[in-house]
């Protein structure tokens, strides 16, 4: 790709040509202008001439494909920074692997501060079981370390993090040797994220802001709350974003709110909702996400935190106040209880209002018939993360170890809730799965369960669109003139369409559907390589070399 040298500024004529541009407005468009960071036009190479002289920049696309730079809807942006430059353990493939990961890490480091980890996942390993506290401390040297499973639902650290942390063994999900959940997981992991000094902070959101653009993603949710990180964090990563150019950050923050003052507070730290990771419950894999019937390896039903009539309140403060309410629910019993939060408000305050909210619900993973059809009702978004289904899903995977294959296979019903007409956003939920827009379209449309996947072009949309309406926008996420100029460049094959059912994916082909191409996702096919990403008009990302 190849572009004239005329020097930057903020407001620029730009004409790209020559390439392949993903657009409604025109299915066979291979030009765009932008003007003033908007979209300004699209449509074919003979007409592009007649901008050719008026624009201040024109770029030769060389035959890459342009679409609109995704949204991640679900991302934790200083842990995902914090695992970028810290201790990563998802490569490790045995119990033995991990314990010699973290002794590398410690010894190759100055013995100050908490040392922070991620990633690890004791289900993939053989025997399945995590490190005990004596193997964690002879690993680490005496070092305080603070490890999450995958999920970031639950811990192991060492005895000296403990020690900085006065009272955790009489708070609920301490557990002598085995990892921490609950309360007590919540206090150690505030007391090593308390560690991290706000130079070590800024670096890491520098560090995940890089990353986040240099996947074409234009557009991040950031999901934060009192339980997950702190006001400082967040408030910093706002201001960070909005202070340099790079991708925009939406801000949830995830505190129940009472009243009008709760509320206002809430907008005063620059969150568009109370909303993100306000816990119903926990996750699968820590065995805390909360069922209607026990879990098929473990005598109980997993642990509750908010009950129907504090949902019902929350939602409604919320939709009084013209801010989003949202939930974390994972379990079946807590995806009921969110519906039948949101309905008791519906009958309060009545259903066009709550619909007009446009409340959402991460990961909504164990849903029936019934709530699909009652998010379909209330007009709540399903913020999902299909790559869960390609890490944890199928008949060998760890949904079926924890719930029993017949129940695993309900979960993560993605084509059931678009035929309901349920808004979908995808996200990553970053650093539990990595960031990958092109990997999570493709775990959607090959989804493990055959009968919830969606075509490639229903995912692209959840994952562009999609992310946009999800913070009650409709006018982003799509490239056609007025919308904001946030769109990726790409190197790529031959452009399809695909669909689960070959008879629409025959017909999509044919040039008369008007429907446009995107990149063969089919498993083991190469990925679309980002070269350039560009967000309100700004160039965020250049590949190097390119």
């Known amino acids: 790709m190849t572009e004239s040298t005329a020097p930057q500024s903020e407001h620029r004529t730009v004409l790209l040509r020559g390439g392949e541009v993903h657009s409604p407005a025109d299915p066979f468009a291979t030009a765009m202008v932008v003007e003033r960071g908007h979209v300004a036009w699209v449509g074919s190479e003979g007409a592009a001439d007649a901008f050719a002289a008026g624009v201040d920049e024109v770029v030769d696309l060389e035959g890459a494909l342009v679409t609109?730079?995704?949204?991640?809807?679900?991302?934790?942006?200083?842990?995902?920074?914090?695992?970028?430059?810290?201790?990563?353990?998802?490569?490790?493939?045995?119990?033995?692997?991990?314990?010699?990961l973290v002794r590398a890490f410690v010894n190759d480091r100055p013995a100050e501060g908490v040392v922070l980890g991620h990633g690890w996942d004791a289900a993939r390993w053989p025997g399945q079981r995590p490190p005990s506290r004596g193997e964690l401390d002879e690993a680490a040297g005496g070092r305080a370390v603070y490890l999450p499973r995958v999920d970031?639902?639950?811990?192991?650290?060492?005895?000296?993090?403990?020690?900085?942390?006065?009272?955790?063994?009489?708070?609920?999900?301490?557990?002598?040797?085995?990892?921490?959940?609950?309360?007590?997981?919540?206090?150690?992991r505030a007391a090593a994220h308390g560690a991290v000094t706000p130079r070590q902070r800024a670096q890491a959101q520098q560090?995940?802001?890089?990353?986040?653009?240099?996947?074409?993603?234009?557009?991040?949710?950031?999901?934060?709350?009192?339980?997950?990180?702190?006001?400082?964090?967040?408030?910093?990563?706002?201001?960070?974003?909005?202070?340099?150019?790079?991708?925009?950050v939406f801000g949830y923050w995830a505190e129940h709110v009472d009243d009008a003052e709760g509320a206002r507070r809430i907008r005063e730290l620059g969150a568009v909702g109370a909303a993100g990771d306000l816990f119903v419950d926990g996750s699968l894999g820590s065995h805390t996400a909360l069922l209607h019937e026990?879990?098929?390896?473990?005598?109980?039903?997993?642990?509750?935190?908010?009950?129907?009539?504090?949902?019902?309140?929350?939602?409604?403060?919320?939709?009084?106040?013209?801010?989003?309410?949202?939930?974390?629910?994972?379990?079946?019993?807590?995806?009921?209880?969110?519906?039948?939060?949101?309905?008791?408000?519906?009958?309060?305050?009545?259903?066009?209002?709550?619909?007009?909210?446009?409340?959402?619900?991460?990961?909504?993973?164990?849903?029936?018939?019934?709530?699909?059809?009652?998010?379909?009702?209330?007009?709540?978004?399903?913020?999902?993360?299909?790559?869960?289904?390609a890490a944890w899903g199928g008949p060998d995977g760890m949904y079926a170890a924890r719930l029993g294959a017949k129940r695993a296979a309900t979960l993560n019903p993605y084509a059931a809730l678009l035929r309901a007409g349920v808004p979908l956003a995808f996200g990553s939920d970053s650093p539990v799965t990595p960031l990958d827009p092109w990997g999570t379209v493709r775990a959607a449309a090959h989804h493990r369960t055959p009968e919830h996947r969606v075509s490639v072009r229903a995912g692209f949309t959840a994952h562009t669109r999609g992310g946009w309406r999800a913070v009650g926008r409709d006018d982003g996420g799509v490239l056609v003139p007025g919308a904001p100029a946030d769109y990726a460049v790409w190197r790529t094959g031959e452009l399809l369409v695909q669909a689960p059912d070959d008879?629409?994916?025959?017909?999509?082909?044919?040039?008369?559907?008007?429907?446009?191409g995107l990149p063969d996702l089919t498993p083991g096919t190469d990925l679309p390589v980002c070269l350039r990403t560009v967000v309100f008009g700004q160039t965020v990302y250049v590949r190097p070399n390119e």
Do not use: N
């Not at 730079?69 to 201790?87: E, I, K, N, R």
């Not at 709350?225 to 706002?238: A, K, M, N, V, Y």
């Open 503 to 516: 008879r629409v994916a025959r017909w999509s082909t044919d040039p008369r559907s008007g429907t446009p």
């Open 294 to 389: 026990p879990y098929a390896d473990a005598p109980h039903t997993g642990t509750g935190r908010l009950d129907a009539a504090r949902i019902a309140a929350h939602v409604t403060v919320c939709t009084e106040a013209g801010l989003q309410a949202g939930f974390h629910a994972i379990g079946d019993a807590a995806v009921s209880a969110v519906v039948a939060g949101v309905r008791a408000a519906s009958e309060t305050l009545g259903l066009a209002r709550v619909r007009a909210a446009r409340h959402r619900v991460e990961h909504a993973e164990m849903l029936t018939p019934e709530t699909v059809a009652a998010f379909a009702e209330l007009g709540l978004t399903a913020s999902v993360q299909p790559a869960f289904d």
């Open 152 to 188: 970031v639902h639950s811990a192991v650290v060492t005895t000296a993090l403990l020690d900085l942390v006065p009272g955790v063994t009489a708070l609920a999900g301490y557990h002598p040797d085995a990892p921490l959940t609950g309360d007590a997981h919540h206090a150690v």
């Open 207 to 248: 560090a995940a802001l890089r990353h986040v653009a240099s996947l074409g993603i234009g557009t991040v949710h950031e999901c934060a709350g009192p339980e997950i990180s702190d006001e400082e964090d967040f408030t910093g990563l706002l201001k960070l974003a909005s202070e340099q150019p790079g991708p925009r």
């Open 68 to 100: 609109p730079a995704f949204t991640d809807s679900h991302v934790h942006t200083t842990s995902t920074g914090l695992a970028l430059t810290g201790l990563d353990l998802s490569g490790a493939r045995t119990l033995a692997d991990a314990l010699g």
